[in-house]
């Protein structure tokens, strides 16, 4: 009986401790992010408002200070997260401990009782006696093998006593570090809701100026826009010419697509079996506007269709191709900032806003090689690269493609 039970018990802690493994994996994962977006607020503070500005310039200011509050949003929805995740740890340990403290003393009355029944047949006449009083051979074969199973029975309970005894100090241990940690991450909750409603006064102050000159800054970013649209049909025709291109040289039929050579479909091959693995555009950066159609971070009710996602990096960072190609093309705006196209076999990566660069049309590019020295603004103090990525003339959201970080 005292075996059976022992063998529910060790399931029953196996079960236990498998629980408590998983809910780990799934907080280790959460604190994997919370220090992603510890590090992602570090950076926005970096880029976004260490920057030496000019003069102030409302609507980008808004926008970062929007960027901030979202990102740290995210940290304490993830803290939330984590600490729903520890109480439940905490109360698994706290179940656990009580049932080994409980088994802990049934195995110890049981071992007691075994020592002191052991001790007074202790004797090796008492046990010669028990031997040699057997009716027969059989008998007596019966009783030696079962005095050495007792003995074994005997010297096996005081090991699990051993054994059970470390088992509950470590998960002691292991329930005052989880405690400890704990009040850590409620600490640092209560900081960044302290933070954010700083955050969120001075948000609400640059809405209202912008209310006062809501025309000034409408016309602003419609110019904006305008110009944003303009440089990205530039980028199309571009695009559409080299398609026609390459298929009149290869006598192809009129296609939407570029007419690849055997080396240039291999090459488009090797760039779709790295997606998701492709290398940043730049060394170090932030992305400050995602791709596709996404909501004003200014005005509500209105909207802006990125082409590609805007990273904001530090001054003086160069871009980086992100794949082995040819400079498709080297384009010039009309304030001077310029544009380079890579083509990787059907794939099209774009690195706008530069203010130099390094290489020229038709040349062959290495992976991570630099191509240009990305635009500082002198007014809002940010270096910013436009990064645009496409098969053929389709656009595609570079998040997909290159490595997460």
Do not use: C
């Not at 970013?221 to 990205?232: A, G, N, P």
Request: proline residues 2%.
């Amino acid at each position: 009986m005292i075996q059976k039970t022992s063998n529910i018990s060790f399931f029953l802690f196996l079960f236990l401790m498998f629980s408590m493994s998983a809910q780990k994996n799934s907080r280790k994962q959460l604190e994997v992010e919370r220090n992603r977006i510890k590090k992602e607020i570090k950076l926005v503070n970096k880029l976004l408002f260490e920057t030496k500005k000019k003069e102030k310039n409302i609507l980008e200011d808004l926008k970062d200070l929007n960027q901030k509050i979202t990102i740290r949003e995210q940290l304490i929805t993830t803290i939330n997260l984590e600490l729903t995740s520890l109480s439940y740890e905490i109360n698994t340990y706290e179940k656990q401990i009580e049932k080994l403290t409980e088994k802990l003393r049934v195995l110890k009355d049981d071992y007691a009782a075994m020592i002191y029944k052991s001790y007074k047949s202790k004797s090796q006449q008492s046990r010669t006696l028990f031997l040699f009083s057997s009716k027969s051979f059989y008998q007596a074969y019966k009783r030696l093998k079962y005095m050495s199973q007792y003995a074994s029975f005997r010297k096996k309970q005081g090991e699990e006593v051993s054994i059970l005894t470390k088992k509950l100090l470590k998960l002691k241990d292991s329930l005052a570090y989880q405690k400890q940690l704990k009040d850590t991450l409620l600490s640092n909750e209560q900081q960044q809701q302290l933070k954010i409603i700083d955050e969120k006064e001075d948000q609400q102050a640059f809405i209202s100026q912008i209310k006062k000159k809501e025309k000034k800054y409408k016309k602003e970013l419609r110019q904006k826009q305008q110009k944003e649209k303009r440089i990205s049909e530039r980028i199309d025709k571009l695009i559409k010419e080299a398609i026609a291109k390459s298929n009149a040289m290869k006598g192809a039929k009129k296609s939407k697509g570029f007419a690849l050579t055997p080396e240039a479909k291999a090459l488009a091959i090797k760039f779709e079996q790295n997606k998701g693995k492709l290398p940043w555009p730049v060394e170090s950066g932030l992305v400050i506007r995602r791709f596709g159609k996404q909501p004003h971070p200014v005005y509500p009710g209105n909207y802006i269709n990125s082409t590609g996602i805007h990273i904001a990096t530090k001054k003086g960072t160069n871009a980086e191709a992100i794949f082995n190609g040819e400079v498709l093309a080297i384009q010039t705006q009309s304030e001077g900032k310029k544009s380079i196209l890579l083509r990787h076999g059907n794939y099209i990566s774009v690195y706008n806003n530069l203010e130099s660069v390094f290489v020229g049309v038709n040349e062959k590019v290495k992976t991570g090689q630099a191509l240009g020295k990305i635009f500082t603004d002198r007014i809002t103090g940010k270096t910013k690269l436009i990064f645009v990525l496409s098969k053929n003339t389709t656009r595609l959201n570079p998040i997909s493609w290159i490595l997460k970080k």
